[in-house]
């Protein structure tokens, strides 16, 4: 059976990542940059993806990476979770480093960029795209020039380079040679732009769809880690508070209203740990199983986050409530993450599917 | 034994190497299983001498598997479940040498089916609250009281016993545990018929029943401490085996809607999906919590386990009833019964409804393990407690 447990090397990776997080993105930054004009904490990527490597951890030595697994990267982004760091890992180290890992030679310069963290690409389909799901794309190829739209893309505006799907397969772009049109968003910590083309020069790095497909997937499996990361953080917080605060001359941590949806929040972050973990291995290994077990993850991590940031906000009451709380940071990376990527009844609508229970 | 504990290779040679001496077709089955035990082949884990080999829990497959392969007689485990589950690890514990030669192996074998006088009328939850009395006589104990809810007890050749010693001390600490004779003059057993239509469980009246020093298990007015061990052993226990993807009652389900497509609907197509994915949750949570153990690790995701297994059963058990539709109005059979194990499988769906009920009740309720987690796991405030301070006695009942 697959190995679920985190490995001593993990433990060490998931130590450093936490404490340059500790250090260089409290809470209360990532509230202040969420009403500043940078679409990402440059400083911040620069320590992960470089200083600490993070973003090379998925490609081998020989394409340029650290030769880790995704199982690493898994890691990586149960800590970006807990900390909703503003950085585009995800889009980044996760769906373009995917994308390109599974392309041919033509992307090779780029991964080695990516995985350096040198430079930042980005996946351009709608951040809302499952896995299987139409890639919702209008994009045109006229002489090796691409014209068309995609809206919606996440962190496309803290992008160099755009990988973008269009009939033949798959191209490289410069980002300043597309029209970029910042989304007000959701999730403020991972920002959506309007990408527009108007004959973009561009490169076609992979052939088919296989390069997205790999993308979107692996994305999946990842986001369920960082759905994970951050369910566990909601219920810590929740718990700390729930133990100073008193009413009715008691902390209402000791009422049983509370403790029990706490205890049952437990009981779902535990499996929500099975099951990323699972996905993560089975991505790391390129198991057989790995489509059910990323619908699985995702199915599962999207709704756990969720309950918990919701929870996380009820539980602290009126000041859980406030802009100057980080409660709000959690649920709308939360609500965002649970639409990202497939929602899960899209996850659960593949499934079925995967594991021969048909529709009606 | 000095030597280092054995692996996966040195099992499965031992194993090879007791099927070329016992031939498990030319042996009668107790004789089997009786040898496999003193070859140290019946829970590895165990220390040597008493069926084990003090190998790791985790090894415990690969001997089953080997077994198994080769035909060999089981020790049927479904039978005898508080045996394995709860009686055996609590005598492990606190048993003396002469409890432990003369209790595990025929527990092992199934040749003595154990039960579980904890329950009370007045102590279900609060199980310290318990009433059952144990007098001191020599070198024996007189005992008198009721227990109820007792699994098997028509089945039992013995059973652990919690009773109260001293009522002047506060509930936790005046109590003791014993082993009990079910065939010992006083000890009365009446079935209790459950919504199922049968009696799995039983009321057990206790009238100046004689057990004697030896049978007890622990000190005098530490029977809290043992029945604490017995209580975990038993949240592991239940929910806590290793199952294939649809294993367990999902794959009934799964198999009818296949089998069915008549029946299906898209509310509970959704609704199955869920399910589905629950269980698989469920499962992979229950092989992480293996995973730990075995790298020496052990997480408290055990109260957490038994707690999603409850609510995913009974739910799954409800959803294959609405699936159904008019097949579901319909039951096998309510005659009062004695059943000697209990199996989802083999009886209908109207049965997998009404006895997946039970199991947010036994073995502590959902509302109990809730509270464990939150106090224990999570650290949250206890309960305020009216009955801390307060001796036995003069508890309100
Ligand atoms: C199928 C089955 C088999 C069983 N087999 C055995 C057996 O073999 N041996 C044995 O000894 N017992 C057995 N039991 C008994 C079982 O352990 C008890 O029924 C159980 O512990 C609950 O106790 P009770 O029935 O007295 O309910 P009570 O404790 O009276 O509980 C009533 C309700 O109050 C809730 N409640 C109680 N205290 C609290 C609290 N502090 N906070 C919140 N809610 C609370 C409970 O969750 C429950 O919903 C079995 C029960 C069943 C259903």
Redesign the interface.
């Known amino acids: ?1 697959t ?3 985190y490995s001593e090397i993990e433990e060490d990776l998931r130590g450093g990542v936490r404490r340059v997080l500790d250090d260089r993105c409290p809470w209360t930054g990532v509230l202040a940059g969420l009403e500043k004009d940078e679409p990402y904490d440059a400083d911040l990527w620069r320590a992960v993806a470089v200083q600490l490597g993070c973003a090379g951890l998925p490609v081998p030595d020989e394409r340029g990476g650290a030769g880790a697994s995704w199982r690493e990267t898994a890691v990586v982004m149960e800590e970006l979770g807990r900390a909703v760091a503003p950085v585009p890992f995800l889009s980044s180290a996760v769906l373009a480093t995917a994308a390109l890992l599974a392309a041919g030679d033509a992307g090779a310069d780029l991964l080695a960029e990516l995985a350096a963290g040198e430079k930042i690409a980005v996946v351009a389909v709608p951040f809302s795209t499952a896995p299987k799901g139409p890639l919702g794309t209008s994009v045109r190829v006229e002489d090796g020039a691409l014209t068309g739209a995609v809206t919606g893309v996440a962190d496309g505006a803290a992008a160099d380079v755009l990988l973008v799907p269009a009939p033949g397969g798959l191209y490289a772009v410069d980002a300043a040679d597309a029209r970029r049109t910042p989304v007000t968003s959701l999730d403020m910590t991972r920002r959506l732009c309007d990408i527009a083309l108007a004959e973009a020069p561009a490169r076609r790095v992979a052939e088919g769809e296989a390069a997205v497909r790999a993308a979107l997937t692996a994305g999946a499996a990842m986001l369920a880690s960082e759905q994970l990361g951050l369910a566990d953080r909601c219920l810590e917080s929740t ?1 700390e508070y ?2 100073t605060r008193y009413q009715f001359g ?2 209402v ?2 009422y ?1 209203g509370l ?2 949806r ?3 929040l ?2 779902a972050v ?6 990323a ?2 996905a993560a291995a089975c991505l790391a290994s390129g198991d057989p199983d790995t489509d059910v077990a990323v619908a ?1 993850a995702q ?2 991590c999207s709704a756990v986050a969720v309950k918990a940031a919701e929870e996380c906000v009820q539980m602290h009451g009126g000041i859980g409530f406030t802009w100057e709380h980080p409660a709000h940071l959690y649920l709308k990376r939360a609500k965002s993450s649970a639409i990202a990527l497939g929602t899960p ?1 899209r996850h ?2 593949a ?2 599917g995967l ?6 | 034994m000095s030597s280092a504990p054995p692996d996966a290779d040195d099992l499965r040679e031992r194993v090879r190497s007791f099927l070329t001496d016992h031939d498990p077709s030319g042996m009668e089955r107790l004789a089997f299983l009786r040898a496999r035990f003193d070859a140290g082949l019946a829970w590895v884990h165990y220390p040597p001498g008493l069926g084990g080999l003090g190998a790791p829990r985790a090894l415990q497959p690969v001997v089953d598997a080997e077994f198994a392969a080769a035909g060999a007689p089981r020790n049927d485990p479904e039978r005898n479940g508080i045996g394995l589950g709860m009686a055996a690890p609590t005598i492990l514990a606190y048993g003396t040498e002469e409890q432990k030669r003369r209790f595990l192996r025929p527990l092992w074998t199934g040749e003595e089916i154990w039960c579980q006088l904890f329950s009370e009328p007045g102590a279900g939850s609060d199980l310290a609250a318990l009433g059952t009395r144990a007098v001191r006589d020599g070198d024996h104990w007189i005992v008198n009281g009721q227990k109820v809810w007792t699994s098997m007890a028509h089945e039992a050749r013995w059973a652990i016993l919690v009773t109260r010693t001293d009522p002047d001390v506060p509930k936790h600490r005046g109590m003791t545990y014993f082993i009990c004779d079910m065939t010992a003059p006083g000890v009365e057993v009446r079935p209790l018929r459950q919504i199922t239509g049968e009696a799995e469980f039983n009321e057990v009246f206790l009238t100046d029943v004689r057990i004697p020093d030896e049978h007890r298990l622990g000190e005098v007015g530490e029977g809290w401490r043992v029945a604490t061990t017995t209580l975990m052993n038993e949240r592991v226990a239940i929910g806590g085996n290793a199952v294939p993807r649809e294993g367990g009652m999902i794959g009934v389900v ?1 198999r009818l ?2 089998d069915r ?1 008549e029946l ?3 509310g ?3 609704a ?3 399910l ?3 269980a ?3 499962r ?2 229950g ?2 919590l293996r ?2 153990l075995a ?1 020496g690790a052990p ?1 408290p ?1 055990g109260s ?1 386990a038994k ?2 297994f409850a609510r995913l059963n009974q739910e799954i058990s409800g959803l294959e009833l609405e699936l159904l539709g008019e097949d579901g109005l319909r039951y096998d059979d309510w005659t009062m019964r004695r059943p000697t194990e209990v199996d989802f499988t083999r009886r209908s769906p109207g049965y997998r409804y009404l006895r997946a009920k039970g199991n947010s009740i036994e073995g502590g309720t959902s ?1 109990i ?7 224990r ?8 407690r009216v009955d801390k301070d307060v001796a036995w006695k003069d508890l309100p009942k």
């Open positions: 059976m190995n679920l447990l718990v729930l133990k008691r902390p941590g000791s049983q403790k029990h706490l205890a049952d437990w009981t535990a499996q929500a740990r099975a099951v973990r699972y699985i199915a599962h009844d659960r609508a499934l079925a594991v021969d229970l048909p529709p009606a | 799964a809607w296949r497509p299906r609907t898209p509970l197509h959704d199955l999906l869920r589905w994915v629950e698989e949750a469920a992979l949570t092989e992480r995973q730990q790298a997480g995701e957490a707690l999603a509302e393990l809730r509270n464990i987690i939150a106090e796991v999570l650290g949250l405030p206890g309960e305020i």
